[in-house]
């Protein structure tokens, strides 16, 4: 049976070229990534109702379960964001955060792209409806797609914390804990954890 997320989350294996980062960038042949793979990398994710964001019990519920007490919107584009160009470039630098990064998306679509186990990249795509929440301590980047507009539901436990920690900050605790926890664990033996 086919997993409802697929429609608004795909993933998969990104190629080396440097062109515009709003394209796909599939590897050739193409590699997609799976949900249990996103799994094992502690990237969650949810299908929701997008149409119903206030009303809809999935998502008080998610709320609730994992204590975001804080919500808030963030409008993606060249019209609606301050400083368009230079915070587009800022969310493509690679960081971590101390704390998940939980995104909803309830308009337009964007890619996360994360790094797997052995430093490939990984580019997650979600669309309208998507929920995806990224490990505290997980290397990664925001971009839009040729689209270029996403409006995102920014979720938080207490009191939101949006500092980005640009590569490399593997000293911090929230990056050992990342990496004892999912890159050191299961698929194998330890990955190699490189500097950039």
């Known amino acids: 049976m086919q997993d409802p997320r697929e429609e608004l989350i795909q993933a998969w294996y990104m190629d080396d070229s440097d062109e515009d980062q709003r394209l796909p960038h599939h590897r050739n042949p193409q590699e997609f990534v799976s949900f249990e793979k996103l799994d094992e990398l502690g990237v969650l994710s949810w299908r929701l109702d997008a149409d119903n964001y206030e009303t809809d019990p999935e998502l008080k519920k998610i709320r609730e379960d994992r204590g975001y007490s804080y919500t808030d919107f963030c409008e993606v584009c060249p019209e609606k964001l301050p400083n368009y160009e230079e915070k587009i470039k800022n969310f493509y630098e690679e960081h971590l955060h101390t704390d998940e990064e939980i995104r909803y998306c309830v308009a337009g679509s964007g890619y996360f792209d994360v790094r ?14 998507a929920m995806i929440v990224l490990p505290a301590g997980i290397y990664h980047r925001f971009t ?10 920014r979720l938080f436990v207490g009191d939101p914390v949006w500092t980005p ?13 990342y990496v004892d926890n999912f890159v050191n664990k299961a698929g194998g033996g330890p990955a190699v954890n490189a500097p950039a």
Do not use: C, T
């Open 165 to 177: 920690f640009n590569r490399p900050h593997d000293h911090l605790p929230a990056r050992q804990e």
């Open 116 to 129: 797997d186990r052995d430093e490939a990249w990984i580019r997650i795509w979600v669309k309208k409806g």
């Open 144 to 153: 839009l797609d040729s689209d270029n507009y996403i409006k995102a539901m």
